[in-house]
Nanobody
């Protein structure tokens, strides 16, 4: 069992930056692929980024590529999402997720086994 707690969300102007953190409980954090998803009002949850257990492989949605960076610190049981050049369309609740696989990335919600409670990111014009 893994418990995930996100933090770092907030209100920022367009063009600004935020860094989200997701702290995981448990000693098997390094065995999991980690992902970030987001859900805007009235829309389905969508994939944002994922990172393999070792941190050497990452994958991004086209909408955030070049602006967002996912990283992890296995010693601290934490995964991060650095978000730069934020746009109003990035406004959403951002969720951290863990998949019980070291190597399979996963772009779909059902591929992940554990979820955090989410943190709100609001980007104003």
């Amino acid at each position: 069992q893994v418990q995930l707690v996100e933090s770092g969300g907030g209100l920022v102007q367009a063009g600004g930056s935020l860094k989200l953190s997701c702290a995981a409980s448990g000693s098997t954090f390094s065995s999991y692929t980690m992902g970030w998803f987001r859900q805007a009002p009235g829309k389905e949850r969508e994939f944002v980024a994922a990172i393999r257990w070792s941190g050497d492989t990452t994958y991004y949605a086209d909408s955030v590529k070049g602006r967002f960076t996912i990283s992890r610190d296995n010693a601290e049981n934490t995964v991060y999402l650095q978000m730069n050049s934020l746009k109003p369309e990035d406004t959403a609740v951002y969720y951290c997720a863990a998949r019980k696989s070291r190597y399979r990335m996963g772009l779909l919600s059902y591929e992940y086994d554990y979820w955090g409670q989410g943190t709100q990111v609001t980007v104003s014009y």
